[in-house]
């Protein structure tokens, strides 16, 4: 039967039997719009066999699946067929059934077995809806369905097909998730890697605390090696083996993010490599590797680093340093491997001891004591303190250049240097040889983000403590006996609590999506958001109990700023997994920028850097400034970084490696004056140390499970007298904040008082002028006073 003839005859048909031959002009149809769908019993039965294929899986977190938009059909250039071939439909009529079909109970459990939970039920019936109520003209198959519906010769429950067809376009994630899953399996780790499971490797955990020896040891026995490679945490730490090994007469190279430097004239690379444990390779084969700071392979955010190193490196002997909490797991994650663990246990070099008495005041600072503080406020406030006592201190932060860090330590050693005090942030946890004979912490709270973004003030742990307070009484330095002490006599015997605890043991190890494992998840999910696709690949991902998926909100962040931008998936990972702080505004809209220049391809020159920094940059004449110029140096190390992946598009590494130099030296020279640049800022009210209370100002009560706030004046200080009590950060006026987040200058806030005070003047002449009203007008009603 030819499809002319078809058509022909279902238009001569009566309504009341053209159901009755719907099967045969089905058939006919079919060569032309492909299977007409089952009925809903045929459906029940492909549901079962699909629910029952797809195994024991963990149920989706639906909330993740970000639905797409599907477009109404326009008019057609054939016409509407299936109003040629039944009539046209009566959307009212439509709309009944609809709503209907949404109501069946049957229905929305059939759904529920194609993965269409309550929510996603939902809003696929809204799309499905305005779907078919907005279209001006149906496909053929959906049209005569309706139709027969519409006249009682078909059941409702025959859209269910179509229905289903049409939540897997908005909901693609419906159609593959088996597939998802599959790509999202992050069990047996170890397989991964076939290179370093070709080789029968020796793995040797040197075990100790802070000052014991165990890396060197391990070091001693990489320069002795033919071949090696060192993976450490930090650049410093990685500068440090680098600079050692050349000087031992041992040819290394220095890999980070941001650096390439090869020591051989040739231009070849030398037999060991000293490099951030995000950058060690896990192809070339090695004599000896050390990976330092084993029990970080925990971190939320970095802990996948070490798993890979752990895992895939190619050496012969392996040489792990790090905290004897990390010894089960490793042996655990390594008897997968079929590798035995050999345990090499160290003791404390040097004595250390915890004072039965608090530092309770600055007047009591001795040559070498360390106040370890948990904010930059409390760094500027203390480094204020000392300076008003005629004594010098060198400041150590996290978000201080290496080398001003280095600087700032070689200050502090120097037994020549009039500066005896350091203050400082846990950032001399490790990565610094510093001499030092005490450790006072001004505060035992410090800011921590948990697993879901938020963050909370919680004591530190006993292993960061012991990582700090292990800085005192090094076996290299002046002071062979270390001191522990609090600044607060409250604090004490806290301290003294948390460093009884025993350390609790690393029970599990990061993993991390591959570049890889994202764009074959994209491949099925193409419409998709990098940061939804981030989301769904966790939330799909199946890992071993020795394992954790780490934590990817920075990612996800750095996704989400540039998403409007046209890049391809690769660069835009890799984009993602730039290291940027985004709580630097200038350091995250750089991020944008660079990856605008590059969707342009417009190559980022040093000359267009130039300008976007705005070079030459003065030194820094507040703390403002200083911190301006600390987002500045982060542009150059993101530049750096990039020029290393694109260095096409970003070709002058070396000479934004050569500026950052000489703005690392302008950093230097304002941490140097860092007391002047507090005393101009408070001067001017770009900074009020007494206006927020730090995380010094609050501790745990005996439980340590609830937080309590204490307001502490400035009695620890020596200074009560002279400085008034700190407000509440609730009490601050929003003049203030803004004055002190940069957002208003002194000048701008005096024109705004001034203006204000001229509006409420004029206000005032009004309602005096204003004072009697003809009668059926209605008073103005007074304006409560503003203060």
């Known amino acids: 039967m030819s499809f002319s003839r078809c058509a022909l005859l279902w238009a001569r048909l009566p309504a009341g039997r053209q159901a009755g031959h719907r099967a045969a002009i089905c058939s006919a149809l079919r060569p032309h719009f492909g299977p007409f769908p089952g009925l809903l019993g045929q459906v029940s039965v492909l549901a079962t066999a699909s629910s029952s294929a797809s195994g024991g899986s963990k149920i989706p977190n639906t909330s993740l699946f970000v639905p797409l938009t599907v477009k109404p059909q326009g008019p057609s250039a054939d016409g509407d067929v299936g109003a040629e071939l039944t009539r046209p439909l009566d959307k009212n009529e439509v709309k009944k059934v609809l709503d209907k079909f949404y109501k069946r109970k049957e229905v929305q459990k059939l759904g529920a077995d194609y993965g269409l939970d309550a929510r996603l039920f939902h809003q696929a019936f809204i799309s499905f809806r305005n779907y078919i109520m907005q279209s001006h003209s149906l496909d053929v198959d959906i049209h005569i369905v309706l139709n027969d519906i519409c006249f009682g010769a078909a059941h409702v429950d025959d859209l269910f097909p179509f229905f289903l067809r049409h939540a897997k376009q908005i909901f693609p994630v419906l159609d593959c998730k088996d597939d998802l899953r599959k790509i999202s399996d992050l069990r047996i780790p170890p397989n991964w890697y076939p290179d370093a499971r070709a080789v029968q490797r020796k793995i040797i955990f040197h075990s100790g605390p802070t000052n014991s020896g165990k890396t060197y040891h391990a070091i001693q026995k990489y320069f002795s090696a033919k071949s090696g490679v060192y993976c450490g945490p930090l650049k410093l730490l990685a500068h440090e083996i680098f600079e050692k090994s050349n000087a031992a007469g041992v040819p290394c190279d220095l890999v980070t993010g941001e650096e390439r430097v090869t020591v051989q004239p040739d231009g070849k690379q030398s037999s060991h490599v000293s490099c951030t444990v995000e950058m060690c390779s896990v192809t070339t084969p090695y004599e000896v590797a050390v990976i330092d700071e084993i029990q970080m392979i925990r971190d939320p955010a970095r802990g996948w680093a070490w798993t890979r190193a752990l895992l895939g490196l190619c050496a012969e002997e392996v040489h792990l340093c790090g905290e004897p909490a990390a010894i089960d797991l490793v042996t655990e994650l390594m008897y997968t491997t079929g590798e035995e663990v050999e345990v090499r246990e160290y003791k404390r070099l040097t004595p250390i001891s915890v004072l039965d008495h608090a530092l309770e005041s600055l007047d009591n600072l001795r040559p070498g004591d360390c106040i370890v503080c948990f904010s930059k406020n409390d760094i500027y406030s203390v480094s204020r303190q000392i300076e008003i006592r005629g004594l010098e201190s060198a400041v150590i932060y996290g978000s201080l250049p290496p080398g001003t860090k280095l600087a700032q330590a070689k200050k502090f050693n120097d037994p020549n ?217 982060d542009v150059l190390d993101l530049y750096l970084w990039l020029s290393y992946r694109f260095m096409d598009m970003f070709p002058d590494g070396s000479l934004i490696r050569d500026l950052q130099k000489e703005l690392d030296g302008i950093i230097q020279a304002g941490v140097h004056n860092i007391t002047k640049l507090i005393k101009v800022s408070e001067t001017h009210k770009l900074l009020n140390l007494e206006g927020f209370p730090s995380v010094s100002q609050s501790r745990l009560s005996g439980t340590l499970k609830s937080q309590a706030r204490r307001t502490r004046g400035t009695k620890a200080l020596g200074s009560k007298a002279t400085e008034p009590p700190s407000p509440n950060a609730g009490e601050l006026s929003l003049a203030s904040r803004l004055v002190q987040q940069g957002l208003l200058t002194p000048d701008m806030l005096k024109q705004l008082e001034k203006e204000w005070m001229t509006q409420q003047t004029e206000r005032s002449k009004e309602r005096t002028e204003s004072g009697t009203h003809p009668k059926g007008t209605r008073r103005k009603k007074k304006e409560p006073d503003s203060d």
């Open 417 to 633: 240097d009039p500066c005896k005090i350091l203050v400082a942030t846990d950032a001399i946890g490790m990565g610094l040889n510093l001499s030092i004979r005490r450790i006072i912490f001004y505060s035992l709270i410090k800011p921590s983000i948990n697993e879901k973004g938020e963050k909370e003030l919680e004591p530190i742990t006993t292993s960061q403590a012991l990582q700090i307070a292990g800085r005192a009484g090094r076996f290299s330095s002046q002071f062979k006996e270390g001191e522990v002490t609090t600044m607060n006599h409250e604090d004490l015997s806290l301290l003294k609590e948390i460093l009884k605890r025993p350390v609790d043991p690393i029970t599990a190890a990061g993993l991390h999506p591959t570049a890889e494992q994202i764009e074959m998840f994209a491949y099925h999910l193409p419409d998709t958001t990098l940061s939804n696709l981030i989301d769904i690949f966790v939330d799909f991902s199946q890992v071993d109990g020795q394992y954790f998926v780490c934590n990817m909100d920075d990612f996800k962040f750095s996704a989400e700023l540039i998403q409007h931008i046209p890049l391809s998936l690769r660069v835009r990972y890799i984009f993602c997994t730039a290291p940027i702080n985004k709580k630097q505004p200038f350091v995250c809209s750089s991020l944008l920028q660079f990856a605008r220049q590059y969707s342009r391809n417009e190559p980022l020159t040093f000359a267009w850097l130039r300008r976007y920094i705005k070079w030459p940059l003065l030194p820094p004449k507040n703390i403002k400034d200083l911190m301006d110029l600390e987002a500045v140096h």
